[in-house]
Antibody, heavy 118, light 107 residues
């Protein structure tokens, strides 16, 4: 059973860096598929942040590409998200997910709320 | 990037109704279109991938279709558990975007 679990600070100050980790169990991240991050601001829809493709290439939303980094820690079987220079607009529930290799995300974490506030 | 226009934004229906939700892409997607069901406090659930392939374990009352750049999710006979928000998502060339969402509520 593939499971994903997000972790990280629930409160980040404006202009600082948001850092989240997604721990994966039941599947080795070295075995393939893409690993992504998606967020949902309060009262709004889902927003795709980016993917770490199994080829080693990263893909980011054009609206976030200058502030976001997704990386893998293969030794710990986890991947992470870093978003720099955050503002209140970055307040959201952040989800990590694994693709099915056919354009959909089939496994998701439960989501973690990150609030940007001083 | 490939924008997705999803409609309607809200939809009121009754148990047993047949409903359709549409997403229109600005560019060809070559069927790289997925549909999700999302309930408050839970992770989104994959329903359909590659426009018309039913994810394992998803009831057969859910179906997806495509015609050019227009994609449709159909629920053939609404059940109580189906009242939720639905999103389309395209992932062409590994760059993804979600539609705006359709909130399906009880009439």
């Amino acid at each position: 059973q593939v499971q994903l679990q997000e972790s990280g600070p629930g409160l980040v100050k404006p202009s600082e860096t948001l850092s989240l980790t997604c721990a994966v169990s039941g599947y080795s991240i070295n075995s393939g598929y893409s690993w992504g991050w998606i967020r949902q601001p309060p009262g709004k829809g889902l927003e795709w942040i980016g993917n770490f493709h199994h080829s080693g290439t990263t893909y980011y939303s054009p609206s976030l590409e200058f502030r976001v980094t997704i990386s893998l820690d293969r030794s710990k079987n986890q991947f992470s998200l870093k978003l720099t220079s955050v503002t209140a607009a970055d307040t959201a529930v952040y989800y990590c997910a694994r693709s099915n290799g056919l354009g959909g995300y089939v496994y998701w974490g439960q989501g973690t709320l990150v609030t940007v506030s001083s | 990037d490939n924008q997705m226009t999803q409609s309607p934004s809200t939809l009121s229906a009754s148990v047993g109704d047949r409903v359709t939700i549409t997403c229109r892409a600005t560019q060809s997607l070559s069927s790289w279109l997925a549909w999700y069901q999302h309930k408050p406090g839970k992770a989104p659930k994959l329903l359909i991938y590659k426009a018309s392939s039913l994810e394992s374990g998803v009831p057969s009352r859910f179906s997806g279709s495509a015609s050019g750049t227009e994609f449709t999710l159909t629920i053939s006979s609404l059940q109580t558990d189906d009242f939720a928000t639905y999103y389309c998502q395209q992932c062409k060339s590994e760059l993804c975007t979600f539609g705006q969402g359709t909130k399906l509520d009880i009439k």
